[in-house]
């Protein structure tokens, strides 16, 4: 094991320094094309004020939603409220947006009813008064009827934009109605009113936050704000979307733009494990986490924070709490710039990786050969997650299958190319793993009996990853949580 050890350090090393180049160029060229990512280091102004985020499961039932209101008001405290869809909404929605692609316009008809109903059903719970439910019932006439009238319109990505919309609009219109009859004064704020993205789909914070506390400024006395995740408008001024999880990355860009004193992303979960809980059987919540660890664990599988939520509050360095909406006296997890302690704190799984294997003599003491790589993925704007390389060949991972072809057919030119799907990467994250004593042999010996495509060791210190084939997941996870964890 010690030889195995030392021949992996030693095999890794120019991996290291390719993936840690590759991420500098990544990251550099990021700057120079959307440069307002990282305007916000230098605002200063603060607004005494937090964020709460309450996800879809949060606000699914009426029962919760009047639980969201009992939590929103325990202190007095200014704060801007980020509602998701209810739970099962933006399904239902994604459905009728796909019956209509598929001019099935019968069974966008059902899917509409059977949600209006759903939403009727709610309502008469949500409300007591009969004023109170002839409103929200009101709001949710008008939302059914643009989803009726769309079914005599030609189909459009701009109207499947607006269909996914209604989400979010109605969840927080339905909640102010709620807030009202209960005579807790506040203020609906339109999510499309301040929040934007430009041409590449990139949010243009500096428009955010001066749109935003323009809004802010004309209700000095309001201390309670409702306004919709997930939404916006694109560069033509068109209703759009931050795409899945997007909810938190408006929490995320809000907290950023007024630099809130916290921003606190409710879910049904006490805050991150160490593990995946639909797995393994027994996993332990993280009290302390840092943003590049919280980062890292978002993006390779953590399923509580969308991955997007880290960088905006990271760069103004706004807390992030996550929070149990069900067991609300839990302590959660907090993420800031200090990381709490050294070592491993989590395991997390991303799904429907495909590895790429790029094999070629050419490689052998060439240079330029891996940027002519890097540039094929770059022509179809493709990221790479991992990265091994050897003599004569170099192997990386993606996400997504949507240009495949095209770039299998461009890196056969440079080589023999070789395609795994349903692969797993399996990531293994800490404060400083990389400087943990005997972290490899521990890792290694604890998953002795599962076959490892491709490791990744290095490119961060907070960060090993291992890519497995997708049915080795669920056992490399226990394994994992037993040989690291002790579990």
Same mark, same amino acid.
């Given at each position: 094991?010690?030889?195995?050890?030392?021949?992996?350090?030693?095999?890794?090393?120019?991996?290291?320094?390719?993936?840690?180049?590759?991420?500098?160029?990544?990251?550099? #060229?990021?700057?120079?094309?959307?440069?307002?990512k990282f305007l916000f280091t230098h605002f200063e102004h603060?607004?005494?004020?937090?964020?709460?985020?309450?996800?879809?499961?949060?606000?699914?039932?009426?029962?919760?939603?009047?639980?969201?209101?009992? #939590?929103?008001?325990?202190?007095?405290?200014?704060?801007?409220?980020?509602?998701?869809?209810?739970?099962?909404?933006?399904?239902?929605?994604?459905?009728?947006?796909?019956?209509?692609?598929?001019?099935?316009?019968?069974?966008?008809?059902?899917?509409?009813?059977?949600?209006?109903?759903?939403?009727?059903?709610?309502?008469?719970?949500?409300?007591?008064?009969?004023?109170?439910?002839?409103?929200?019932?009101?709001?949710?006439?008008?939302?059914?009827?643009?989803?009726?009238?769309?079914?005599?319109?030609?189909?459009?990505?701009?109207?499947?934009?607006?269909?996914?919309?209604?989400?979010?609009?109605?969840?927080?219109?339905?909640?102010?109605?709620?807030?009202?009859?209960?005579?807790?004064?506040?203020?609906?704020?339109?999510? #499309?009113?301040?929040?934007?993205?430009?041409?590449?789909?990139?949010?243009?914070?500096?428009?955010?936050?001066?749109?935003?506390?323009?809004?802010?400024?004309?209700?000095?006395?309001?201390?309670?704000?409702?306004?919709?995740?997930?939404?916006?408008?694109?560069?033509?001024?068109?209703?759009?979307?931050?795409?899945?999880?997007?909810?938190?990355?408006?929490?995320?860009?809000?907290?950023?733009?007024?630099?809130?004193?916290?921003?606190?992303?409710?879910?049904?979960?006490?805050?991150?494990?160490?593990?995946?809980?639909?797995?393994?059987?027994?996993?332990?919540?993280?009290?302390?986490?840092?943003?590049?660890?919280?980062?890292?664990?978002?993006?390779?599988?953590?399923?509580?924070?969308?991955?997007?939520?880290?960088?905006?509050?990271?760069?103004?360095?706004?807390?992030?709490?996550?929070?149990?909406?069900?067991?609300?006296?839990?302590?959660?997890?907090?993420?800031?710039?200090?990381?709490?302690?050294?070592?491993?704190?989590?395991?997390a799984a991303k799904d429907g990786i495909i590895a790429i294997?790029?094999?070629?003599?050419?490689?052998?003491?060439?240079?330029?050969?891996?940027?002519?790589?890097?540039?094929?993925?770059?022509?179809?704007?493709?990221?790479?997650?991992?990265?091994?390389?050897?003599?004569?060949?170099v192997s990386v991972t993606i996400d997504s299958n949507l240009?495949?072809?095209?770039?299998?057919?461009?890196?056969?030119?440079?080589?023999?190319?070789?395609?795994?799907?349903?692969?797993?990467?399996?990531?293994?994250?800490?404060?400083?793993?990389?400087?943990?004593?005997?972290?490899?042999?521990?890792?290694?010996?604890?998953?002795?009996?599962?076959?490892?495509?491709?490791?990744?060791?290095?490119?961060?210190?907070?960060?090993?990853?291992?890519?497995?084939?997708?049915?080795?997941?669920?056992?490399?996870?226990?394994?994992?949580?037993?040989?690291?964890?002790?579990?």
């Amino acid at each position: 094991m010690y030889l195995f050890i030392n021949s992996v350090y030693l095999s890794f090393e120019f991996c290291n320094f390719v993936r840690s180049t590759y991420f500098f160029i990544k990251t550099s #060229l990021s700057l120079y094309l959307h440069p307002q990512k990282f305007l916000f280091t230098h605002f200063e102004h603060r607004i005494i004020m937090k964020i709460m985020k309450f996800g879809g499961t949060s606000v699914g039932k009426p029962e919760r939603m009047h639980q969201v209101a009992q #939590l929103i008001t325990k202190t007095d405290e200014p704060k801007i409220v980020v509602l998701s869809a209810l739970s099962g909404t933006t399904n239902a929605l994604v459905g009728i947006s796909d019956y209509l692609a598929a001019r099935n316009k019968v069974e966008a008809k059902t899917s509409i009813d059977k949600l209006e109903a759903h939403y009727r059903d709610f309502v008469l719970l949500l409300a007591s008064t009969e004023e109170a439910r002839a409103k929200a019932n009101a709001i949710v006439t008008e939302h059914f009827e643009f989803l009726n009238i769309i079914l005599l319109i030609s189909f459009s990505d701009a109207l499947n934009k607006d269909i996914l919309a209604q989400g979010e609009l109605l969840s927080t219109k339905l909640f102010s109605v709620f807030l009202e009859e209960q005579g807790i004064a506040h203020e609906l704020l339109p999510a #499309l009113d301040f929040m934007t993205i430009d041409e590449y789909e990139e949010p243009q914070l500096p428009n955010i936050r001066e749109k935003l506390t323009a809004i802010l400024s004309e209700h000095k006395s309001t201390k309670l704000f409702v306004t919709q995740g997930y939404i916006c408008r694109n560069a033509k001024g068109e209703v759009d979307n931050l795409k899945r999880g997007g909810s938190d990355y408006t929490a995320s860009l809000v907290a950023a733009a007024i630099k809130a004193t916290v921003c606190e992303i409710w879910t049904d979960i006490d805050g991150m494990h160490n593990n995946d809980p639909r797995i393994v059987d027994k996993t332990l919540p993280i009290k302390q986490i840092s943003f590049d660890e919280a980062a890292e664990l978002a993006y390779f599988g953590a399923k509580i924070l969308h991955p997007t939520c880290i960088w905006p509050a990271q760069l103004t360095n706004v807390p992030v709490k996550l929070l149990n909406t069900m067991q609300p006296e839990a302590e959660g997890t907090v993420i800031t710039q200090e990381a709490g302690s050294v070592g491993v704190k989590a395991v997390a799984a991303k799904d429907g990786i495909i590895a790429i294997k790029i094999k070629s003599s050419r490689m052998l003491l060439a240079y330029g050969f891996l940027r002519k790589i890097f540039e094929v993925f770059e022509k179809y704007r493709t990221s790479i997650d991992m990265i091994t390389t050897s003599e004569v060949a170099v192997s990386v991972t993606i996400d997504s299958n949507l240009h495949l072809e095209e770039i299998v057919k461009e890196l056969e030119l440079y080589g023999t190319v070789e395609v795994d799907t349903n692969q797993t990467i399996v990531s293994i994250v800490g404060n400083e793993i990389s400087k943990t004593e005997h972290i490899l042999q521990r890792l290694f010996e604890s998953i002795a009996e599962i076959p490892v495509r491709m490791v990744s060791y290095g490119g961060s210190p907070h960060n090993v990853s291992l890519l497995v084939n997708s049915e080795f997941k669920i056992k490399t996870l226990q394994l994992l949580n037993k040989g690291l964890f002790g579990l």
